[in-house]
C-alpha cells in the first residue's frame, strides 16, 4: 500500500510558468515531508523540505504547501525553466527528526520543462 | 569531493549469478543505505547502516547481502540473482541517521538487469 501518492506521473509546462507538482498522503502520523530532484543518470539531489508545523516553505523559486487537512503538499516552481525538467519525488516521515531509514518515497512526477 | 561513488554503473547478470555493487562515499558519513527504484515505485529501502560494523533490514531486504567493515565502503550483495532484482540502484549517506537538516547524498546509480 503506497503510503505516498504521486498521482501524476508526468507534467508538461512552458517555461517562465508556474509547475505545480502534487503529493498525497495517507498516513496522518507523517511530520516531516522533503522534495527530490532527479536528472536522469544521476541521483537524487534534495530540493526542499517542511515541517507539518508550517504550511508553507520558500526557496528561491521553489515553494512548498502543506495542507494538513487533506494530507497533501504540493511544490511550486516560479518561474519554472528547462533546467528544471527531472524527475521530482516527494518523501515523507514519522516523528520530526525520525531516522532516514524510516524515509518514505513517493513514486516520482516527471516534469518537462518547454523553452 | 567525490561524494557517494557506485560502481558498476551498469551489469548483465545471469540468473543465480552473484555480484557485489560497490558503494563509497569520502564525506566521513555515518549513514549509508541502498535503495532500489523500480517503475511505478519510490525508492525502496534495501539495507542500512548507522556505522562501521552496524547493518539493519530495510523494507526489501530479501536476497541481499551488506556488510560495512568501513566508515567510507558500504557494499551490496546480490547472493543469487533473480529477474525480479532487475532495477536501478542507489546508494545513500548522510552525516547522520536523522532526517531533519541532514541532507541525504544520493551516488549516480547502478543499472542491473538480471535475464
Known amino acids: 500500500d503506497q503510503q505516498v501518492k504521486q498521482n501524476s506521473p508526468s507534467l508538461s509546462v512552458q517555461e517562465g510558468r508556474i509547475s505545480i507538482l502534487n503529493c498525497d498522503y495517507t498516513?496522518?502520523?507523517?511530520?516531516?515531508f522533503l522534495w527530490y530532484k532527479k536528472y536522469p543518470a544521476e541521483g537524487p539531489t534534495f530540493l526542499i523540505s517542511?515541517?507539518?508545523?508550517?504550511d508553507k516553505n520558500e526557496d528561491g523559486r521553489f515553494t512548498v504547501f502543506l495542507n494538513k487537512s487533506a494530507k497533501h503538499l504540493s511544490l511550486h516552481i516560479v518561474p519554472s525553466q528547462p533546467g528544471d525538467s527531472a524527475v521530482y519525488f516527494c518523501?515523507?516521515?514519522?516523528?520530526?527528526?525520525?531516522?532516514?531509514?524510516?524515509?518514505?518515497f513517493g513514486t516520482g512526477t516527471l516534469l518537462a520543462v518547454q523553452p | 569531493n567525490a561524494g557517494v561513488t557506485q560502481t558498476p554503473k551498469f551489469q548483465v547478470l545471469k540468473t543465480g549469478q552473484s555480484m557485489t555493487l560497490q558503494c563509497a562515499q569520502d564525506m566521513n558519513h555515518e549513514y549509508m543505505s541502498w535503495y532500489r527504484q523500480d517503475p511505478g515505485m519510490g525508492l525502496r529501502l534495501i539495507h542500512y547502516s548507522v556505522g562501521a560494523g552496524i547493518t539493519d533490514q530495510g523494507e526489501v531486504p530479501n536476497g541481499y547481502n551488506v556488510s560495512r567493515s568501513t566508515t567510507e565502503d558500504f557494499p551490496l550483495r546480490l547472493l543469487s540473482a533473480a529477474p525480479s532484482q532487475t532495477s536501478v540502484y542507489f546508494c545513500a549517506s548522510s552525516l547522520s541517521a536523522g532526517v531533519a537538516g541532514n541532507t541525504i547524498y544520493f551516488g549516480e546509480g547502478s543499472w542491473l538487469t538480471v535475464v
Open positions: 498516513n496522518s502520523m507523517f511530520d516531516y
Open positions: 517542511i515541517s507539518s508545523i508550517k
Open positions: 518523501a515523507a516521515i514519522m516523528n520530526y527528526g525520525g531516522a532516514t531509514n524510516k524515509l518514505i
